[in-house]
């Protein structure tokens, strides 16, 4: 299957900006469609962004529209969340995934890294 790792979370003030990645390793790691999860405390998981493989399809979340970005780079087979105008609102652990097809729909999706904390805090 495919292992997943993120980083660059942490702690940033409202307004600020922050960049996740996403290393994509095991077999055949560029063949999958990749996204961003959100969870934050007490609350269910939520789509941020997906992108097919190809990197040329993207759907983002309504609440995350305008503000971030993901991208993908697969001879890296990285793929990266830029974070701008962050709120209080983004608080949350953020994960990465992996699935067969894009969808935003958090049970589509088959194989998940353990996240990365991103907190936004004055």
């Known amino acids: 299957q495919v292992q997943l790792r993120e980083s660059g979370g942490g702690s940033v003030p409202p307004g600020g900006s922050l960049r996740l990645s996403c290393v994509i390793s095991?077999?055949?790691?560029?063949?999958?469609?990749m996204a961003w999860f959100r969870q934050a405390a007490g609350k269910e998981r939520e789509f941020v962004a997906a992108l097919n493989r190809g990197g040329q399809i993207t759907l983002y979340g309504d609440s995350v529209q305008g503000r971030f970005t993901m991208s993908r780079d697969n001879a890296k087979n990285t793929v990266w969340l830029q974070m701008d105008s962050l709120t209080p609102e983004d608080t949350a652990v953020y994960y990465c995934a992996a699935s067969s097809v894009v969808d935003r729909s958090a049970a589509r999706w088959s194989n998940w890294g353990q996240g990365t904390q991103v907190t936004v805090s004055s």
């Open positions: 095991g077999r055949e790691p560029n063949i999958w469609a």
